[in-house]
């Protein structure tokens, strides 16, 4: 059975930093595209930031609200992906979700990130 375990979340005061990381097993990771979703109260989940795969170039996208402020990246002998997230604001409050794309799609059962004072 695929898993992808999401860990690192918590409570963080604005302006500071975390780093969430998606552990993956049973897929092969380098072939799968991979992102973060994130899900606030009463929103719908939206993408936040994606890698692609290795053979098409691992390149990345952000949304607007998260570029200059959260960084994307995977470790391909580890299987895991990460987004470190600096600059943290109330709105970054959700629980954010791994999504592994490839001829099928995967998704983790997220992980909490409160941002408040």
């Known amino acids: 059975q695929v898993d992808l375990v999401e860990s690192g979340g918590g409570l963080v005061q604005p302006g500071g930093s975390l780093t969430i990381s998606c552990t993956c097993s049973?897929?092969?990771?380098?072939?799968?595209?991979m992102a973060w979703h994130r899900q606030a109260p009463g929103k719908e989940r939206e993408l936040v930031a994606s890698?692609?795969?290795?053979?098409?170039?691992?390149?990345?996208t952000y949304s607007d609200s998260v570029k200059g402020r959260f960084t994307i990246s995977r470790d391909n002998t580890r299987n895991i992906l990460y987004l470190q997230m600096d600059s943290l604001k109330p709105e970054d409050t959700a629980v954010y979700y791994c999504?592994?794309?490839?001829?099928?799609?995967?998704w983790g059962n997220g992980t909490q990130v409160t941002v408040s004072s």
């Open positions: 999504h592994a794309h490839a001829s099928q799609d995967y």
């Open positions: 890698i692609v795969r290795a053979t098409a170039g691992r390149r990345t």
């Open positions: 049973k897929i092969i990771f380098r072939y799968f595209d």
